[in-house]
């Protein structure tokens, strides 16, 4: 218990400003019109890139000799972004595939 309160004294300024990103992010998505809420998600997912490449720069540093809490953080990250970003992709592809003109009978039939 006082290693977990040593942490957090030595890290408050970092805590207190993760936890109010976090606020200001709630409010901001909670403020955005639900028509422009899917494509700023995808993109913001497909972003997630750079979380990516700092989980194999994780992995970099890694002593892949015994398991290690940089071992498995830096699978688990580049596990769930690669899964974020591949998501953010699938969405913004279905959400363009809305406004592809289609060719189907009815067209077919107004041309002849």
């Known amino acids: 218990m006082i ?3 040593e942490f957090i004294f030595t890290y408050r300024y970092e805590i207190f400003i993760l936890v109010l990103a976090g606020f200001l992010g709630i409010e901001v998505i909670s403020h955005v019109p639900s028509v422009l809420h899917t494509p700023l998600m995808s993109g913001a997912n497909a ?3 750079v979380i990516i490449v700092g ?3 994780l992995l970099g540093h890694a002593d892949i000799s015994k398991i ?3 071992l498995i953080l830096g699978v688990l990250v580049v596990f769930f972004a690669s899964v974020n970003v591949a998501g953010g992709f699938v969405v913004t592809d279905r959400m363009l595939e809305m406004f592809r003109k289609r060719v189907g009978k009815q067209d077919i ?3 002849n």
């Open 109 to 111: 039939k107004k041309s």
């Open 47 to 49: 972003i997630h890139g």
């Open 3 to 5: 290693q977990i309160l």
């Open 68 to 70: 290690s809490a940089e």
């Open 55 to 57: 989980g194999i720069i």
